[in-house]
Structures are given as structure tokens and as C-alpha cells.
């Protein structure tokens, strides 16, 4: 588990700086006069930093703990293995979709953003819909893990640290 943990630990420490990163695009734009409309980069540096940097590292914390709480059998830790691809792909896709997709999207249908045309943003917010689904499903599939793995001993007092066999 101390691996997996590790590996999410790393993986948010990357998409801190890919967040950063997205965050320039909001201030240069409204830097530039863009102040009027909202740029379309903000939500992208948003949820890549909360999701990315904060969600992966504390999920990459809480597995480092489990051990301490209880047991972590082999199916939990393909669970957790399941949720790390589920958030990485899914941060890395809502990155890729809110500055690939946008562009790709914005020559096809110029100024889509700013003067909303429903097809072409209902799509762009689709993609990235299902994205946040799959990062939703992996939350879920972390919050079995930390169920199957932990138990309270039956005063409450501390958690009851077993063996895996």
C-alpha cells in the first residue's frame, strides 16, 4: 500500500504545477481586458488543482495511514489501484479537455464560449462531465477501500489494527 500511496502523493505533486500552470491563462486574460466575460480556463485550474493536487495527495495520505487502522487485503488494494487510474486519467482529462478541447472546439465553432452556442458548450461541458463521473466512481471506490479496510473496536475508543491473512 505504501507504493500506491506514494504514487498518488506524486501524482498530485504534478498536477499541482499543471494547475498552476492552467491558472495563468485566467489571469492573463483578465490582465489583457477580459474582464467583461469569464475565461474559460478558471473552472480547468479549479478542479485540476482541488482534484488533482489536493484529492490525489490526501487519498495517497489516508492509504499510507490505513495499515494503522486495520487490514488491507488484496482486493481492497485492487480497488485502490482501480481508483488511482480512475483519478489520474480523469484529472488529466479534464486538463486536456478544458485547454485541447476548448481550443479544438473554439475553431470549429469560433467564440462558442463567449457567445454561447448550446450544441458546442453543452458538448465541451459533456466531456468533461464524464471526466468528473470517473473521478466520482473512483471516490466511491476509495470510500469502500477505507470501509472494508478499518473497523472500531467495540468500546470506540481506538480503531483495531488486524492482521491480513
Known amino acids: 500500500m505504501s507504493n500506491l500511496s506514494l504514487r498518488f502523493v506524486r501524482w498530485g505533486a504534478v498536477l499541482l504545477l499543471f494547475g498552476l500552470w ?3 491563462g485566467p489571469l492573463a486574460h483578465y490582465l489583457h481586458g477580459g474582464v467583461h466575460a469569464s475565461c474559460p480556463w478558471a473552472p480547468v485550474h479549479a478542479h485540476v488543482v482541488l482534484l488533482g493536487w489536493v484529492g490525489l495527495t490526501l487519498f495517497g495520505l489516508v ?3 490505513l495499515p494503522d487502522w486495520g487490514t488491507v487485503d488484496r ?7 482501480i481508483h488511482f487510474v480512475l483519478s489520474v486519467t480523469s484529472v488529466a482529462g479534464v486538463f486536456a479537455n478544458g485547454i ?19 450544441a458546442t458548450l453543452n458538448l465541451w461541458l459533456s466531456i468533461d462531465g464524464w471526466f ?17 479496510s478499518t473497523r472500531y ?11 491480513a491473512g
Open 153 to 163: 473496536e467495540r468500546n470506540g475508543a481506538e480503531p483495531v489494527r488486524r492482521v
Open 75 to 81: 482486493r481492497s488494494l485492487a480497488l485502490a489501484r
Open 63 to 65: 492509504y499510507r495511514r
Open 100 to 118: 485541447i478541447g476548448y481550443r479544438v472546439l473554439d475553431r470549429l465553432a469560433p467564440g462558442f464560449y463567449y457567445e454561447p452556442k448550446k
Open 132 to 148: 468528473l463521473t470517473g473521478f466520482a466512481l473512483g471516490c466511491v471506490l476509495f470510500l469502500i477501500v477505507v470501509f472494508r
Open 22 to 24: 492552467t491558472g495563468y
